[in-house]
């Protein structure tokens, strides 16, 4: 069983900056979909960052510019820097993954990692960022 779990969320004032850490138990396949999504409240989940493991990835354009996510595959680490961090950015982080066999991978024309909370299968339990005007 995969698990996940993430650190480094916290309160912060308008302009500055956090990096959020998640640690991936196991990696059960060479090929996934790893990535942060955000749910404030009374809102619903969103993508805000997504990588594969061919390093690509994809941003929420209400974040391209600031949030950078990265991976340590060798360490099961993914990362979200997050710079010039807004009171609209304030939410629950979690990290997510979804792992693809080689069987699966043969039905797809291209792995293409989308920020869609429907498509991964393990989420962690969640990490606070707060930022104040």
């Known amino acids: 069983q995969v698990q996940l779990v993430e650190s480094g969320g916290g309160s912060v004032e308008s302009g500055g900056s956090l990096r959020l850490s998640c640690v991936v138990s196991?990696?059960?396949?060479?090929?996934?979909?790893m990535g942060w999504f955000r749910q404030a409240p009374g809102k619903e989940r969103e993508g805000v960052a997504v990588i594969d493991s061919h390093g690509d990835r994809t941003y929420a354009d209400s974040v391209k510019g600031r949030f950078t996510v990265s991976q340590d595959a060798a360490k099961n680490m993914l990362y979200l820097q997050m710079n010039s961090l807004k009171p609209e950015d304030t939410a629950m982080y979690y990290c997510?993954?979804?792992?693809?066999?080689?069987?699966?991978?043969?039905?797809?024309?291209?792995?293409?990692?989308?920020?869609?909370?429907?498509?991964?299968?393990?989420w962690g339990q969640g990490s606070q960022v707060t930022v104040s005007s």
């Open positions: 997510a993954a979804s792992f693809y066999s080689v069987k699966a991978l043969s039905a797809m024309t291209v792995l293409a990692c989308a920020p869609r909370s429907s498509e991964y299968t393990y």
């Open positions: 196991t990696y059960t396949e060479a090929s996934y979909c």
